[in-house]
């Protein structure tokens, strides 16, 4: 059964694409919304699309309409659609500055601005269910993003090469996203070169508990440095969002063939933000049957 959202999504991200950004239908949680051809394969996280099926995430993201028309016809249950980072043309660079549980991205950001000295750009900008941000920025060709998560203040994510972010007009279990009016139709701003540098480098920052306690534990054992980097996201999760970090996290460990062998420790590091045992195996467990296949088990309300 198609989602009653689905057409809408479908329209929206067409339209992106006629701007030169590649897109990929998404799912109710922001996951992608076409399941891997590669469930249950020895190596799957090898294969970028190169085997020429359809189910490898935000490396599907097109800007052909007949490549997206067959994505979405893949994906009935698509009640969004995702806006590749780091591609050419625009090679864009997302801040998501989460406003919620005490946290607000943008006065982080305007305080990072004043201590490094740059100005926030004004542009194309995506107002989130939560009332956070999404700023999109242009980057240079030539450099090379890395996603990342709270690294340049608690409310500040960043989605560069290899990330995604969400559309407007995309719904998800959290509520729809939307443009900023005044900036609905602007091109998307040049990132600025001392805000760049940051990116690329790491700030100077006080840390927070959980960015201490990040690099022992949870993180330092079977998984190896790969995991680690999601290890962290689950350990920076607030109230309110544990589980869904828990379940967006523990999906990329499988898909990228490691989920068993973090499995543990990503258990343990939802415990120590207080989230209940048992509930944090029964996620893990959820996310290991989205990815790799197999029926029963309950989905987390939503997803980051």
């Not at 701007?19 to 090898?46: C, D, Q």
């Not at 007949?66 to 995702?82: M, Q, S, V």
């Not at 946290?103 to 995506?126: E, I, K, S």
């Not at 590091?269 to 996310?287: D, H, I, M, Q």
């Amino acid at each position: 059964m198609t989602h009653p959202d689905h057409d809408h999504a479908l329209e929206c991200a067409l339209a992106a694409a006629r701007r030169g950004f590649p897109v990929i239908p998404l799912s109710r949680t922001k996951l992608p919304a076409v399941r891997s051809p590669h469930r249950g394969e020895t190596g799957r996280g090898m294969c970028r699309g190169q085997c020429g099926r359809l189910g490898h995430g935000v490396h599907d993201a097109a800007t052909d309409p007949a490549r997206i028309a067959e994505l979405f016809a893949a994906a009935p249950w698509a009640a969004g659609y995702g806006i590749a980072c780091g591609r050419a043309p625009h090679c864009l660079i997302g801040l998501d500055l989460d406003r919620k549980d005490g946290v607000d991205g943008v006065t982080d950001l305007v305080d990072l601005a004043a201590r490094y000295g740059f100005a926030v750009p004004w542009t194309r900008t995506v107002i989130t269910p939560s009332g956070g941000r999404h700023l999109w920025l242009r980057g240079p060709a030539e450099v090379i993003v890395p996603n990342s998560v709270r690294r340049l203040g608690n409310g500040i994510d960043v989605r560069g090469s290899g990330g995604y972010l969400v559309g407007p007009g995309s719904v998800t279990v959290a509520g729809r996203y939307r443009w900023d009016p005044p900036t609905a139709s602007m091109p998307p701003a040049a990132v600025p070169k001392r805000l760049l540098r940051l990116l690329l480098t790491t700030p100077q920052r006080r840390p927070s508990r959980t960015a201490a306690g990040a690099g022992t534990g949870a993180g330092a054992g079977a998984g190896g440095g790969a995991a680690e980097p999601l290890i962290r996201f689950v350990l920076g999760s607030a109230v309110g969002e544990r589980n869904e970090r828990l379940f967006w996290a523990a999906c990329r460990a499988f898909e990228n063939g490691h989920g068993d062998r973090v499995a543990a420790e990503m258990v343990g590091a939802a415990v120590s933000t207080g989230l209940p045992e048992r509930e944090a195996e029964s996620t893990v467990g959820s996310a290991r049957r989205h990815v790799l296949g197999g029926s029963g088990g309950r989905r987390p309300a939503g997803a980051l």
